[in-house]
C-alpha cells in the first residue's frame, strides 16, 4: 500500500513552547490530509481537514488557532500544536488520500506529544 | 457518514476465522463500508472495503448484507499478530473516516 509518513515520531516539549508535526505522503500526490487526535484507551478524533492550497476545515471543538494546519504542496502537511499545555500531550496521526489511488485513505505511524 | 456499532471486544483461537460484526443501519446509498485495524501505538492499517458486493483481499473478506444494514469482517485464519483493535466505518462523499469505538480483537493461542 501506499506510505505516509509522519515526523517526528515522538516529541517532549516543554509548556507555551509550540512544536510542528509533518506529514508526508512519500509515493502519490495526496489532494486531501486529515489530522485526529488519540487520548490513551480511546478512540481517533477527527481534528481537521486539509486540501492543498486552501485552508483547513476543523472539526466542531477545535481551536484553528491553536493547531495550526498547513497544507502547502501534494505531498506534505502540517500540524503546529501552539502554545502547548499538557492536556495537548495526546497522539497525533495524520492520513493522507488521493483520487489516483482508488478511495482508500492511508495513515502515517502517529506522533507522540508529551508536553512537559 | 453513518453511525456504526460494533461489539467492545471478541476472542478467537490462533489459526480459526474471526468474523468481526457491524452494523450500520443508517449508511446511505452511496457510502462505502470501510475496516481499518490499530495495533497499539501505531496509525491505522487499512484493510478491506465495500459498498454492496462482498469483497475479499489477502488480508481479509467482508461480507455486506443485502440490505447493507450491517457487515462481517473475516479474518480467516487468525494469528497472534491479528490482535488489534479493528476499526468499522461508513465512508460518505465528504471523505472523512469518523472512528467509533471498534472492537478489541484477542487472538489466543
Known amino acids: 500500500g501506499a506510505v505516509v509518513s509522519q515526523h517526528p515520531s515522538w516529541v517532549i516539549c516543554k509548556s507555551g513552547t509550540s512544536v510542528k508535526i509533518e506529514c508526508r505522503s512519500l509515493d502519490f500526490q495526496a489532494t486531501t490530509m486529515f489530522w485526529y487526535r488519540q487520548f490513551p484507551k480511546q478512540s481517533l478524533m477527527l481534528m481537521a481537514t486539509?486540501?492543498?492550497?486552501?485552508?483547513?476545515?476543523?472539526e466542531q471543538g477545535v481551536e484553528k488557532d491553536k493547531f495550526l494546519i498547513n497544507h502547502a504542496s501534494l505531498t506534505l502537511s502540517t500540524l503546529t500544536v501552539t502554545s502547548a499545555h499538557p492536556e495537548d500531550s495526546s497522539f497525533y496521526i495524520c492520513?493522507?488520500?488521493?483520487?489516483?489511488?482508488?478511495?482508500?485513505?492511508?495513515f502515517g505511524q502517529g506522533t507522540r506529544l508529551t508536553v512537559v | 457518514d453513518a453511525k456504526t456499532t460494533q461489539p467492545t471486544s471478541m476472542d478467537c483461537a490462533e489459526g480459526r476465522a474471526a468474523n468481526l460484526p457491524c452494523n450500520h443501519s443508517t449508511i446511505s446509498g452511496n457510502e462505502y463500508v470501510y475496516w481499518y485495524r490499530q495495533i497499539h501505538s501505531q496509525g491505522p492499517q487499512y484493510i478491506i472495503h465495500g459498498l454492496k458486493n462482498n469483497e475479499t483481499n489477502e488480508m481479509a473478506s467482508l461480507i455486506i448484507t443485502e440490505d447493507r444494514k450491517s457487515s462481517t469482517l473475516i479474518l480467516p485464519h487468525a494469528t497472534l499478530r491479528d490482535t488489534a483493535v479493528y476499526y468499522c466505518i461508513g465512508r460518505g462523499p465528504t471523505g472523512k473516516l469518523i472512528f467509533g469505538q471498534g472492537t478489541t480483537l484477542q487472538v489466543k493461542p
Open positions: 486539509s486540501n492543498e492550497g486552501s485552508k483547513a476545515t476543523y
Open positions: 492520513s493522507a488520500r488521493s483520487p489516483q489511488l482508488n478511495t482508500e485513505a492511508f
